[in-house]
């Protein structure tokens, strides 16, 4: 370089050159330490956002379910498909691992798990592009009419997809999520049919929770 030389190392063409290669080096070292800090906010944030999913429950925060959907007032029943008994009961409401009978009451924050089979009792195979526990209120019941009880608060479970069933064939549904405003809800059990109806499944059994 030509300011290596003793003959120019003084010369003011050379001075200007050094403050430009150290400010250069500033500007680098400066840039570096913006990235890391940026990165440093990036991770904290993302811990902060971590830290009240894993925690929802602490705030009443009940997260939607990634594959839930809404579930539109069953229009076409699904003839083919029906639910089959369990231990006496279509339905199966579950609390803390103790059976949830008509009358007992689920305290509110506490996991409530439904579980109910159905069977494919047709001759052809039968798909279903969907199926949910339909979950209404609260301050609505089975008694209710249909208009009025599919047209309250949507309370969502996780929606299974793609069922394919044989003929014979049963499926297993047993999703779980917990309830923060006390009042009465319903559930019913729903599929989605091929053409995207949503439908009743025979015989149309429905149960009514309190919770309080």
């Not at 999520?177 to 809800?185: S, T």
């Amino acid at each position: 370089m030509q300011c290596e030389r003793a003959a120019v190392k003084g010369s003011k063409y050379c001075q200007i050159h050094r403050k430009q290669r150290i400010w250069r080096r500033l500007s680098l070292s400066a840039m570096i330490a913006l990235i890391i800090a940026a990165l440093g906010v990036v991770s904290s944030i993302t811990g902060i956002l971590s830290f009240i999913g894993i925690n929802g429950n602490l705030f009443n925060i009940h997260p939607i379910l990634a594959n839930s959907s809404p579930v539109p007032t069953p229009t076409n029943p699904q003839t083919d498909i029906e639910l089959v008994p369990t231990n006496g009961q279509r339905i199966l409401v579950e609390a803390k691992d103790q059976i949830v009978f008509p009358g007992n009451v689920v305290k509110t924050g506490i996991s409530v798990t439904v579980s109910f089979t159905i069977i494919n009792n047709g001759a052809n195979v039968a798909y279903i592009r969907s199926i949910v526990i339909g979950a209404r209120g609260p301050g609505i019941s089975c008694e209710d009419k249909n208009s009025q009880k599919w047209a309250a608060p949507q309370m969502s479970f996780a929606s299974p997809a793609n069922i394919i069933l044989q003929p014979g064939q049963e499926y297993i549904y047993k999703e779980s999520r917990a309830f923060y405003i006390p009042g009465n809800y319903f559930f019913e059990p729903v599929v989605q049919g091929p053409n995207g109806d949503w439908g009743g499944i025979v015989p149309f059994s429905c149960v009514d929770i309190t919770v309080q």
